[in-house]
């Protein structure tokens, strides 16, 4: 299972951002940042994968890019997850199967 802390983190454009958790080594790690508000479809994501070491940096380059959310209104939930992927071999074809532990995570834009 994938332990972060809780992380309300505050994107500035320009400066970069740490995401954190317990690395276990043993998966990848996938950020979402996602934009907009949970009654309409995300107007952008944000999203990263890494090793699972225990830090991903955010450049501030990239915060900049990232859009605003038109909208006030409660946002889509954004979250950290770790995972691993296999393909299994089967006489149909080759299926792709991805487990994962993830948690919330939430930001503001300003």
Not at 14 to 24: E, I, L, N, P
């Amino acid at each position: 299972p994938l332990e972060a802390p809780f992380q309300n983190l505050t994107l500035v454009n320009g400066q970069d951002t740490s995401v954190q958790w317990t690395a276990a080594g043993n998966a990848r790690i996938q950020i979402a940042l996602v934009v907009g508000w949970h009654g309409a479809p995300y107007e952008a994501m944000l999203l990263c994968e890494t090793e699972d070491d225990g830090e991903l940096v955010i450049p501030g380059a990239t915060i900049a890019k990232l859009p605003r959310a038109s909208s006030g209104l409660e946002a889509h939930a954004s979250w950290i997850m770790r995972f691993d992927r296999v393909v299994v071999t089967t006489p149909a074809g080759p299926i792709e199967v991805v487990t994962g532990s993830q948690v919330a995570l939430y930001f503001t834009h300003p």
